[in-house]
């Protein structure tokens, strides 16, 4: 009857248990500890680029950009994220009505989902691909620490392999939900993932210089890139270095919003991480920049 029919509606935490606890209680402390290390916050934050990783490693990196989010003002969060199972060049949004984590759950926002779809460029993922993938349960944790007490919704977004074209195109439909100062934005996504495991070698390296050093510059040119607020800059740089940023469409899309909306945001990045230095070949690392935008 009833419950089974919530249940059919309710994306379970499907990486809660391996990717981070499942314990509430552990998770709230955890969530505190690493937000309690991180002083500086942009009062005019309206998004953030935020890494997706086991919480180990992308845990403390990630509170310097939740930290931003102010419960006060927001009553909407949308959550961009590549997709890293199923193939497709559009984007996909949700038909779940609710979201769990262990720390309660979030209510996705039916009036702005079905106003998406309407526009017939945002199809409906499969619950099976909404449970699988981690990009966008990665960030609800945080999002429900830093909404504490305070009723929201939010609008998952499943971003594929999109074309340069199709990313000025979702910017577009998605740039008026800038303008509304309640609404913010997390674009989800990890920066260069180098070494065998990602068949990924990219390496511009100086004679006296380690190779997670080298990794770092080429991390720090696409954060610069970024920061332009240019999307064929950040193009271009993706083009010449094909580094591998999970999130280049997510991240690509959320840059055509910013130009669309012609509002004056700035895009700026508060941290940066790795997963391990890599000093030969047979490592492997992966790195993790933190991004906040605000509004001018």
């Known amino acids: 009857g009833n419950q089974e029919k919530m249940a059919s509606k309710t994306r379970v935490a499907s990486h809660a248990g391996s990717w981070y606890t499942d314990d509430g209680e552990d ?18 934050a309206i998004g953030i680029i935020s890494p997706h990783a086991g919480y180990s490693y992308s845990g403390p990196p990630a509170a310097h950009g939740f930290k931003n989010l102010d419960k006060s003002k927001i009553k909407r969060v949308f959550i961009l994220g590549p997709s890293h199972h ?4 559009s984007c996909q949004i949700s038909e779940m009505k609710y979201y769990q984590t262990p720390l309660g759950k979030l209510t996705l926002d039916q009036e702005v989902i079905s106003e998406l779809h309407q526009t017939g460029e945002f199809g409906y993922m499969s619950k099976e691909v909404d449970e699988k993938e981690h990009s966008i349960e990665m960030q609800l944790p945080y999002i429900k620490k830093m909404m504490e007490g305070q009723e929201f919704t939010i ?12 990313e000025e195109m979702y910017g577009q439909m998605l740039a008026p939900y800038l303008s509304d100062e309640s609404n913010f934005f997390v674009i ?18 100086k004679d006296d ?7 770092e510059k080429l991390d ?7 920061e332009t ?16 940023i999970c999130g280049r469409h997510p991240i690509g899309i959320f840059m055509q919003m910013v130009k669309a909306s012609k509002g004056n945001f700035k895009t700026q990045f508060v941290h940066y991480a790795q997963s391990n230095r890599c000093r030969t070949t047979k490592d492997s690392s992966v790195s993790y920049a933190v991004g906040v935008c605000s509004r001018g």
């Not at 989800?188 to 390296?205: A, P």
């Not at 210089?209 to 990794?215: A, G």
């Not at 720090?220 to 970024?226: F, L, P, V």
């Open 229 to 244: 607020g240019n999307p064929s800059t950040f193009g271009a740089y993706l083009k010449e270095t094909e580094n591998t």
């Open 188 to 205: 989800s996504s990890d920066f260069c993932h180098w070494g065998k495991r990602f068949d990924y070698y990219h390496c511009e390296k």
């Open 27 to 44: 998770l709230d402390q955890q969530l505190d500890g690493w937000l309690n290390k991180v002083n500086n916050i942009d009062s005019k």
């Open 209 to 215: 210089e380690e190779i997670y050093q080298s990794i």
């Open 155 to 166: 609008v998952p977004i499943l971003v594929g392999s999109t074309s340069f074209q199709k």
């Open 220 to 226: 720090r040119r696409g954060m610069e890139a970024i």
């Open 86 to 89: 199923y193939y497709l060049k």
